[in-house]
C-alpha cells in the first residue's frame, strides 16, 4: 500500500505515515518526498490498484496516466472527473459503490481487455490527434468571429 504524502500539511502527512505504519507494517510505503517525473513514473507504473480518495477535481494527471497505465482506479462520485470517463466509456470504479469489503474483487487489477479498451478511449478522446482538431475548431471559431 502506497500513500502520496508529499503535498498538503506536513503535520498531518506524518500522522498518516504512522497510522498506516501501525496499520499495515511493511506493506505500507508512504512516499513523503518529491522524486524525479520518470522514477516516479517508474514507481507508478508498478501499481495495479489507485484509491483517489477526493471529491474535488484534483490530480488529473495522476488519473489519467494511471488509467492509460493499465490501473484500476477507484474515484468518489462527487468528483468531477468521475462522471466524464463514465460518460465516455472508461472503466472507472466508484468509491462509494464498488470499493467495499464485501466486494471479493476490489482489489483484483483490472483484465488486459479493460486495460486495452481504456487506453484505447483515452487515445480517442483526448490524444494528440483528438486536441490538435480541438484546438483548430477553437481557433476558427475565434477567426470567424473577427
Given at each position: 500500500l502506497t500513500i502520496k504524502l508529499s503535498y498538503g500539511n506536513k503535520d498531518y502527512a506524518l500522522k498518516i505515515k504512522e497510522a498506516g505504519q501501525n496499520q499495515f507494517g511493511g506493506h505500507f510505503l508512504?512516499?513523503?518526498?518529491?522524486?524525479?517525473?520518470h522514477e516516479y513514473n517508474n514507481y507508478l507504473y508498478r501499481c495495479g490498484v489507485v484509491i483517489m480518495n477526493h471529491y474535488r477535481q484534483q490530480a488529473v494527471g495522476n488519473v489519467m496516466t494511471m488509467l492509460w497505465m493499465g490501473a484500476k482506479v477507484y474515484l468518489d462520485e462527487r468528483n468531477t472527473l468521475y462522471p466524464y470517463l463514465i460518460r465516455i466509456g472508461v472503466k472507472v470504479y466508484s468509491i462509494q459503490k464498488d470499493l467495499k469489503p464485501t466486494n471479493p474483487n476490489a482489489l483484483n487489477v483490472l483484465s488486459k481487455t479493460d486495460r486495452d479498451c481504456n487506453r484505447s478511449i483515452l487515445l480517442h478522446e483526448i490524444g494528440e490527434e483528438a486536441l490538435l482538431k480541438d484546438l483548430k475548431q477553437q481557433f476558427q471559431l475565434i477567426l470567424d468571429e473577427c
Open positions: 508512504p512516499l513523503m518526498d518529491f522524486m524525479p517525473l
